[in-house]
């Protein structure tokens, strides 16, 4: 579990990629001392697991259904990622849950001074709609971020210089493709729904009808 509160901005050292998937070493002066072989690192978003660490670098394997679903089949040898390692317990939850689990790949489309920082906007495919939420949570590229505009297609999030300068926001260019993990509680409500496991034996079950005759 992560939080979307990105540590180092790592580059990528060496790429190899077969038929089977691909390892990747990451360069992080500042994160690797830190590292332990089996620890769980999110780069750019995704869960992976170092299985190799020097003193300013980790090594760690790439599925190819991880290649295959995530911007990270796209990367190469010098491209600059997000890092942040697992959340320890106790630790502060300073964005939102989450799991490095990326749900779809996106697309930079624009980014548009506003105050002292950025309005910045991201595609989106159309079967994540329905998990986007105006002012809810979304790890683009691993960093939690709050929407701040939606439209069907795409969305817009806020961005202080202090993240611009912390993460790869900066270096997007237009069309360039960004890992997308929607806030995980909308996914279990909606399987909760499903199965219909709301309400209880003696009294109404929880619908999207019964939350509008309350005011939801």
Do not use: W
Not at 21 to 41: N, Q
Not at 99 to 119: I, N
Not at 167 to 193: M, S
């Amino acid at each position: 579990m992560f939080t979307g509160i990105i540590e180092e901005v790592g580059s990528i050292r060496e790429l190899r990629i077969g038929s089977e998937g691909a390892e990747m070493t990451v360069a992080c002066p500042r994160l690797a001392p830190a590292v332990r072989i089996g620890d769980s690192v999110a780069v750019n978003g995704v869960c992976l697991t170092a299985t190799g660490v020097a003193t300013d670098r980790f090594t760690c394997d790439i599925s190819a259904e991880t290649l295959r679903r995530t911007a990270l089949g796209k990367a190469r040898a010098g491209s600059r990622v997000n890092l942040e390692r697992a959340l320890e317990a106790g630790g502060r939850l300073g964005g939102h849950f989450v799991q490095g689990h990326v749900d779809d790949v996106g697309r930079f489309l624009a980014r548009t001074p506003s105050g002292q920082g950025f309005e910045i906007s991201f595609g989106y495919p159309g079967d994540l709609a329905r998990y986007l939420v105006y002012k809810g949570s979304i790890a683009v590229d691993g960093i939690s971020l709050t929407l701040s505009g939606l439209r069907q297609g795409d969305f817009t999030v806020s961005v202080i210089p202090h993240t611009l300068k912390e993460t790869t926001l900066a270096a997007l260019g237009p069309g360039d493709p960004v890992n997308l993990e929607v806030d995980i509680l909308g996914k279990y409500f909606e399987r909760y729904f499903q199965l219909g496991l709301f309400g209880n034996a003696g009294g109404a079950r929880i619908t999207a009808d019964y939350l509008k005759d309350q005011g939801f």
